[in-house]
């Protein structure tokens, strides 16, 4: 039987992201969660949002394969490490943080650097929100306009401060892990991802942007169910 699947976003987004990887991985029999991050708001920080995904995991009764988007590895990282409520990691061209290492400082070490960057609003209240042309641009390339709609309407805000807060431990040391590399991606380059891939048990290249959610949901299901299986 499958072990469960718990599904954690990247900036900007929500559990909404993962809404048709759910239903992929559903009519594979597999039972899949996406959980909505402290970091959606002003309050948020790394290390609620690795509690708040420690706390789904021991919900969910069993060991489970926990799967961070973009930001959200550094998150399933911190909540991975020294966690035997962790079966199995998939990093979806996600932060594969060293130790003491951000978001920011990887992207700050990127061999074919982002413009991603240009395209984040600050708000007074420490939060930021994508601007929506950035957005189509940076995280949904390969999707049509039609695709996409509904994922930039969904769009919201982010803790700016997430971004350069360093992870503690690196779960990834310590579980075994497959990284989704995706060959159009326009945030986290191939070349800074295939460094990110060099660290885990499985790679699995995809021809998508960095949103292969929502333009390969069924090749990333089909990924996941390898790990849960």
Not at 9 to 25: E, K, P, S
Not at 76 to 92: Q, R
């Amino acid at each position: 039987m499958s072990k469960p699947v718990l599904l954690v976003h990247g900036a900007f987004m929500g559990a909404w992201a993962w809404r048709n990887v759910i239903d992929a991985l559903r009519e594979r029999d597999v039972s899949a969660t996406a959980i909505d991050l402290p970091s959606q708001g002003p309050q948020g920080s790394l290390a609620a949002d690795a509690q708040a995904v420690r706390d789904a995991l021991a919900n969910l009764g069993e060991p489970a394969v926990l799967v961070g988007h973009s930001y959200g590895g550094n998150v399933i990282t911190e909540a991975s490490a020294d966690n035997d409520t962790v079966a199995h990691l998939v990093y979806v061209c996600a932060a594969l943080p060293q130790e003491g290492e951000s978001v920011g400082a990887i992207m700050g070490r990127d061999p074919e650097p982002s413009q991603f960057a240009t395209a984040i609003r600050p708000d007074q209240d420490g939060t930021a929100t994508l601007d929506r042309a950035g957005a189509k641009t940076f995280v949904y390339n390969d999707a049509t306009d039609e695709q996409a709609a509904p994922a930039l309407d969904s769009l919201g805000t982010h803790a700016l401060v997430t971004f350069e807060e360093p992870v503690t431990k690196l779960g990834w040391t310590q579980h075994p892990s497959t990284y989704v590399l995706c060959t159009q991606d326009k945030a986290f380059s191939p070349a800074l991802q295939r460094e990110f891939a060099s660290h885990t048990t499985t790679v699995v290249e995809v021809d998508s942007g960095h949103g292969p959610m929502l333009t390969q949901p069924g090749k990333l299901a089909e990924i996941i169910v390898a790990a849960a299986g």
